[in-house]
């Protein structure tokens, strides 16, 4: 996956010229349509476009930015051709909108989270063996993917005879998705689950994920024949596929259906976009047929809110019980998902650098998986610039800057993270060790409150010394009479991991 740094970076993008600034457009419109691999949120890339629009409208370049040209380069052997093309699905917003599209059906519907993915069409050949696999390029031709597919744990290498022999080649489509759990350790190198599974998927070698890293969610089956999509889901369930977990009801219950995935999904080990609405019998499915674009019998009813914009007042440094001195943006409340959201990590120096953060710009947040705030961007506006700083907030310690080389994807990926250079001596990083301590040995009664006051009084600085408390000591503190002591002290005492 191509990782690399836009063209005049350094510069402010209002001072640059036409063609300077159609380079940075062409390079986003490169890592979005050719890599799927964006580097910045899309409102970010589209107020650039607006920006050489308004600087320059005749520029050429702005009649090439899409697809256009996007995997012309491939030989015809890495083509894989969509028969029936893969098309894309309609969408709505609310309740109102979906009762028209329902439009007085009022039998089965199957509902099932819109999984945010690459979709991907695998195909099955007589003798039951997985044959060729591909993205969804423009919806008739897409890339052939075999190569990383095959290496997806839940993607079957081959069919079960017994179910084969009667029914011939067949093609299973789905969404290849990053699970967020696995997410979690790239999280800081890659702007989404999306874009890691999009980019890791179609990469020639290996990607920024090994394949192994990716799951596939079953969504269609061509070429058996069912009669309706719960059993094409049974169907697919029996051949060995994961299919989209659904839940029935009619359009009267849709809504109930909806909300109740919105607060689900923050479980869910994917993220989710909305959740689709499909007519469950086949012949009402024919009845309603196609548009160019999507079926008629199917509808994404989207979530809202995912995003929103907010303004950055300032960044803490917050120091952990190791030391290390991570960066957290405090930003004016903005509602997203449900939820006020106040703050968010920015997790390292490199993160900080490479957005380019100032005090009074105005950021772009999500949660991701509809739960943990992130920054995904800055749309600027601010004025004073971050930098980390060269004391310990905490004790006022020198910092450190401190460099680690990671392998991914091929490519070697440095990151910085600022550290408190006396660790030993700094409160914060006592205090983290010896909430840590009391938590994991379960010494009930020691809260933060006790803890604070043990230190502000230095009666303790690490684990160890809680084992030389005496009654004596501890009755001094404030709201601990002498039977609390006598109990805390106890307690201590069965807790000590050396028996
Ligand atoms: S049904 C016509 N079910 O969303 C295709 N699609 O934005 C019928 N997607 O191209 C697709 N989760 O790749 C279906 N549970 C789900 C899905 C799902 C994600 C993708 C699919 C589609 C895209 C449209």
């Known amino acids: 996956m191509t990782r690399l740094t836009p063209p005049h970076a350094e510069r402010d993008p209002d001072s640059l010229s036409a063609d300077e600034l159609a380079e940075v457009v062409q390079f986003h419109n490169e890592r979005y ?26 520029h050429p370049l702005l009649n090439e930015l899409g697809e256009a040209g996007a995997g012309e380069d491939l030989p015809a052997s890495d083509k894989v051709a969509h028969n029936p093309p893969m098309l894309s699905l309609g969408k709505c917003y609310s309740e109102d909108e979906l009762l028209k599209w329902a439009k007085g059906y009022s039998g089965t519907l199957v509902a099932s989270p819109k999984i945010d993915g690459a979709a991907c069409a695998i195909r099955y050949g007589a003798d039951g063996k997985l044959q060729v696999a591909g993205t969804r390029g423009d919806g008739r031709r897409g890339e052939n993917i075999t190569h990383n597919v095959v290496g997806v744990p839940n993607v079957p290498a081959s069919l079960p005879d017994d179910l084969l022999a009667a029914r011939g080649p067949c093609e299973v489509r789905g969404e290849i998705y990053m699970p967020l759990s696995l997410f979690a350790a790239v999280a800081e190198l890659y702007a989404n689950p999306r874009n890691v599974a999009a980019g890791s998927v179609k990469a020639k070698e290996v990607g920024a994920v090994a394949s192994d890293q990716l799951r596939f969610f079953a969504y269609d089956l061509i070429g058996w024949d069912v009669q309706s999509e719960r059993e094409k889901a ?46 469950d019998d086949f012949d009402e499915q024919s009845r309603r047929g196609f548009t160019a674009h999507h079926p008629r019998w199917a509808l994404a009813y989207k979530f809202q809110g995912d995003s929103g914009e907010s303004v950055l007042e300032s960044v803490q440094w917050s120091v952990s019980r190791t030391g290390t001195i991570t960066p957290v943006a405090i930003v004016t409340p903005v509602e997203l998902s449900g939820a006020m959201v106040t703050r968010a990590t920015l997790h390292n120096v490199s993160n900080v ?14 949660r991701r998986g509809g739960v943990i705030p992130h920054v995904e961007g800055t749309l600027g506006g601010g004025s004073e610039a971050v930098a980390a700083p060269t004391e310990c907030p905490e004790c006022g310690s020198a910092t450190e800057v401190r460099s680690s080389v990671r392998r991914v994807g091929g490519e070697d990926i440095e990151t910085q993270t600022l550290h408190c250079a006396v660790p030993e001596r700094c409160p914060a990083v006592q205090r983290g060790i010896l909430q840590h301590y009391t938590k994991v040995l379960e010494i009930d009664g020691f ?34 009479g002498r039977t609390s002591a006598i109990n805390l002290l106890a307690k201590i005492e069965s807790m000590n991991p050396g028996g």
């Open 234 to 279: 049974e169907l697919l369930r029996r051949i060995g596929f994961s299919p989209a977990p659904t839940q029935v009801c009619d359009i009267a219950g849709a809504e109930a259906v909806y909300q109740a995935m919105v607060s689900e999904r923050a479980g869910w080990d994917y993220e989710t976009d909305g959740v689709v609405f499909k007519i």
């Open 353 to 366: 650098d490479a957005l380019q953060l100032k005090v009074g710009d105005t950021l772009l947040m999500t």
């Open 447 to 480: 809260g933060d409150k006790i803890i604070d006051m043990l230190l502000a009084r230095k009666m303790v600085a690490d684990p160890a010394d809680l084992y030389g408390l005496t009654v004596e000591q501890l009755k001094e503190l404030p709201r601990l």
């Open 33 to 58: 349509w050719r890599d799927d691999a964006p580097v910045v949120p899309d409102q970010v890339y589209d107020r650039l476009v607006e920006q050489l629009r308004a600087l320059a409208p005749e």
